[in-house]
């Protein structure tokens, strides 16, 4: 299973945190690729890394909140796209 199809799949089943994990990855810190095989991720979900992942992730998590709020004013003026995956 490649990243992509796994987004898509948490995407659908609702599984909020995992799709935020893939999308700081891939769009923020540019470790991951669509094309990855799902494995990749295995690293990331070691205990190790829980604490400041969340850390990571919740900040993440607000700037994209703010990237969104402001792609909804452009779209409303004919502008952007923020679908990562499509």
């Known amino acids: 299973m490649t990243i992509r199809e ?4 948490a995407a659908k089943d609702g599984h909020y945190s995992l799709c935020l994990l893939i999308e ?23 205990p190790r890394f829980h604490r400041k992942m969340n850390e990571y992730l919740a900040a993440y998590e607000q700037k994209r909140m703010a990237m969104q709020q402001a792609a909804a004013t452009k779209k409303e003026e004919g502008e952007g796209n923020l679908e990562p995956f499509k």
């Not at 810190?29 to 990331?44: C, E, F, G, H, W």
């Open 6 to 9: 796994l987004y898509n799949e």
């Open 24 to 46: 700081f990855l891939a769009a923020e810190k540019r470790v991951i690729t669509p094309s990855d095989d799902a494995s990749v991720l295995d690293y990331y979900f070691q």
